[in-house]
């Protein structure tokens, strides 16, 4: 298995990530008044974790048995983060 971990914080701005196919990614995504947009590859599992004030998330991906696994914890304050 590869294994492979992104930081990032977003404030007054965007950050775009792209997670790279075929490996397990944990991602920590932090925004204030800021968002984050991961994008992911087809054929992936995504579990999200986090918490935030006036903000949101917002995951627009499906279950795939057996493959790699998205890890996303995210915090935020006044934005969010996008995972598609």
């Known amino acids: 298995d590869k294994d ?4 990032v914080s977003a404030i007054f701005g ?3 990530i792209l997670v790279p196919p075929g490996v397990n990614v944990k991602v920590n995504a932090n925004s204030i008044f800021g968002g984050v947009s991961v994008l992911v590859p087809e054929n992936v599992n995504v579990k999200v974790n ?3 004030i ?18 996303i914890k995210s915090n935020f304050v006044f934005g969010g983060v996008s995972i598609k």
């Open 4 to 7: 492979c971990a992104i930081e």
């Open 14 to 16: 965007g950050i775009d």
């Open 50 to 52: 986090g918490s935030g």
């Open 54 to 71: 006036f903000g949101g998330v917002s995951d627009k991906t499906t279950h795939h048995e057996g493959a790699p696994t998205i890890y």
